[in-house]
């Protein structure tokens, strides 16, 4: 993996603002529209149902969109979280 993977929906509320913040930070990152094709779904149901980090988003009835898997294997939900990890 060279650049990070953005799993998102083009439906949900919070995939834009989080695109924008890595617009804003110049991140590159491949997209992976969930929504798109069965395929790309379950290649995020794999990463979610195997990674604590979407434990609190699936307790509370959240699907845990966008969500950001760093080259390192660590997954970002929160727009937040990206300038602490990418400013420069």
Known sequence: MN???LFFAET???TAPFVAELKRLNI???PVEVLSSLANFKQFLRLRDNNAVFDDAK???YAGL????LENGD???EKEKLSELFAK
């Open 28 to 30: 590159e990152y491949e």
């Open 3 to 5: 650049k990070p993977i």
């Open 59 to 61: 307790a509370n009835g």
């Open 12 to 14: 949900c509320p919070d």
């Open 66 to 69: 966008p969500a950001l898997l």
């Open 75 to 77: 997954v970002v939900l």
